[in-house]
């Protein structure tokens, strides 16, 4: 084997541009892949720690008749919890709502929020700072949308616990900024306490957020959604991506493979001579298949090394600087920050190297298989077989 | 018989497909070549020269018949066990070199001792003793498209003597050279057979290399149809 890998370093630097064309082709899909999965990666954990951070905590009480997929259980999907069961727990009450910025209506989920909470990141602290009558806050992209700024009052309109519309000006305490748009867009949130006055719904929460300490138990009413569970779609839109992302590079690495299988068809058929020199010379047929091969894997070899000469200072630049996102990205409705770090774990890189390797491998195997059942006589005479 | 027979071809035929039906290439050869013989297959193009050489470097087997080399028969050899012989055992010296153009002169060379898993230290004398017997030392670190026809066939020559062979097959060695440098090659040649007892065996039909065999096997139409002995007959 170690003869083979001797001899296939010296045909390929010897085959020259040829060679590097291949090589070439194949680091730039390695770069790609890397970066491609590395930004998924990345994204992925920047998602997943925003999403804990300002709305998932450690899990989730919700009441077992609110659906947060369907608006139409916001109106009876809340309870109470008794204080011994909601210690460790932030409630928040939600409740459909009207503003009126501008003259025009806009629909939102308003939402009440203990001000003292220390579980998620919302600036609650600005709520219980506030001197106005309702101190609200929201996010960039609903103060954008609603052209509200800090201090602004505004309409709100609301129904209580009967049904009966009320209404009241809310001020505007605090905008956020946040990658989460779940927190963000539609959505207005004031001080709880304010909100059961404002309702009639004294100490009622549609769901609770659980801190640390929490420890999941069964509580009549209610139902718990752990961390894992909540982030589950996230980790499904993530693997979709990853899935549809995936086809763009697979299509790279497909040309790169079929570079080196052009190559090693190429390479059989013009170095018929030098097949039947080798066989002359005492190779066996395997092990002239053996040579082939390994010259084939060698460019995912020589792929490799070039790809690191390139790619590590590339992707520590990148890991260190981030990419910045698009703003239009971020109104896909999932934690997108703006700029995205992406993550490049050995596991990534190893994982990468070796299916380039193997498929390089394969790939040169398949046509120098064909040397196995070469006449060595026709092979020294060049004639095609 | 000089020191007993090395090469013993009995009622060999070779045959091979041509379109839906046979080409016969050897009829019944019969012929024995003894140890450190210089000899020649000798014959017009079709005759069966390099078939017949073909079989002997365990190349290709008979269709009929036994071909025994160093005592094995060629046609029970296993592609492992024949690629053993000719790497351990005989050397080939082709028309056109068959030199590796991506390797140096020393590296063609030391090929077939790298399959011997030869050490490094005995693999660089044996090498440099090699193109020392056919005076290209000094040209070790040249590639194969930096050399003339005589010293690219010079260097073939080395290639097959290195690992000092009972046999060495020659098929046409002097198609692609002048007069002066078929004779370099061809003293070149004998004195390795005179010095190493190297069984030589050529096909040829240049006039040339006929005048400094010892013995002349000529080929028709896949037969014998001469063996010539010619005794101490050579040229300086």
């Known amino acids: ?385 | 018989m000089k020191n007993g027979s090395i090469i013993s071809i009995k009622n060999v035929t070779k045959r091979f497909p041509v379109g839906e039906g046979e080409f016969t290439a050897l009829k019944n050869i019969n012929l024995e070549f003894q140890r450190g013989e210089f000899a020649g297959l000798v014959g017009p193009s079709g005759s069966g020269k390099t078939t017949l050489l073909n079989i002997i470097g365990s190349l290709d087997s008979p269709t009929e018949g036994d071909a025994l080399v160093l005592g094995k028969n060629i046609s029970k050899l296993s592609h492992k066990e024949s690629a053993l012989l000719r790497n351990k055992h005989i050397g080939f010296i082709f028309q056109v070199y068959n030199l590796l153009p991506v390797y140096t002169v020393y590296e063609n060379v030391e090929f077939a001792l790298l399959l011997q898993n030869i050490p490094k230290a005995q693999r660089q004398k044996m090498v440099m003793e090699a193109l020392e017997w056919v005076g290209l030392a000094s040209m070790a670190d040249k590639k194969p498209d930096k050399l003339s026809g005589g010293e690219g066939q010079r260097v073939a020559i080395a290639r097959a003597m290195v690992k000092k062979p009972e046999i060495v097959i020659a098929d046409e060695p002097s198609a692609n050279l002048d007069a002066a440098n078929t004779h370099a090659i061809l003293k070149t040649m004998r004195e390795l057979n005179e010095n190493l007892g190297t069984t030589f065996l050529f096909s040829t039909h240049d006039e040339k290399v006929m005048g400094y065999l010892d013995r002349i096997v000529h080929l028709r139409d896949g037969a014998v149809e001469e063996d010539e002995i010619i005794k101490s007959k050579t040229q300086s």
């Open chain 1, 1 to 385: 084997m170690k003869l083979a890998f001797q001899l296939a370093y010296k045909n390929l630097v010897g085959a020259g541009l040829r060679t590097w064309l291949n090589v070439g082709v194949l680091a730039f899909s390695f770069i790609i892949i890397i970066f491609y999965n590395g930004l998924i990666d990345g994204w992925n954990e920047q998602a997943k720690y925003d999403s804990i951070a300002w709305e998932y905590g450690n899990g989730q009480l919700l009441h077992t008749e609110y659906d947060p997929f369907d608006p139409f259980t916001i109106l009876d999907g809340h309870g109470v919890l008794e204080n011994e069961q909601s210690k460790n727990l932030t409630p928040i009450l939600l409740r459909q709502a009207s503003i009126y910025p501008e003259g025009r209506m806009l629909s939102v989920a308003l939402k009440g929020i203990d001000a003292n909470q220390t579980t998620l990141e919302l600036p609650t602290a600005s709520l219980k700072n506030s001197t106005a009558k309702i101190p609200a806050m929201m996010g960039r992209n609903m103060a954008d949308a609603a052209n509200l700024k800090k201090g602004d009052e505004i309409l709100l309109r609301w129904r209580d616990q009967g049904g009966t519309f009320d209404a009241a000006k809310i001020t505007v305490a605090e905008i956020f900024e946040t990658n989460v748009p779940t927190v963000d867009g539609g959505q207005i949130w004031i001080p709880i306490s304010k909100m059961w006055e404002m309702t009639g719904l004294e100490n009622h929460a549609t769901y609770y957020v659980a801190n640390e300490n929490f420890q999941p138990k069964n509580i009549s009413d209610w139902k718990y959604k752990s961390q894992e569970v909540l982030l589950s779609d996230l980790n499904e839109i993530i693997a979709m991506k990853k899935i549809s992302g995936s086809i763009m590079y697979l299509l790279l690495l497909a040309i790169a493979l079929l570079a080196i299988f052009d190559t090693q068809v190429l390479s059989v058929f013009r170095r018929q001579k030098e097949i039947g020199t080798y066989i002359s010379l005492g190779m066996t047929r395997s092990q002239v298949v053996g040579l082939f091969t390994v010259e084939g894997s060698m460019y995912s070899i020589f792929a490799m090394i070039l790809g690191s000469i390139v790619g590590i200072p590339l992707f520590a630049y990148l890991a260190k600087i981030g990419i910045g996102m698009p703003q239009a990205s971020r109104d896909m409705g999932i934690p997108l920050a703006e700029r995205i770090f992406p993550v490049f774990g050995i596991q990534l890189i190893v994982g990468t190297i070796l299916l380039v390797v193997i498929a390089a491998t394969i790939v040169s195997f398949l046509p120098a298989r064909k040397i196995s059942k070469m006449n060595p006589v026709l092979a020294l005479k060049g004639k095609l077989q």
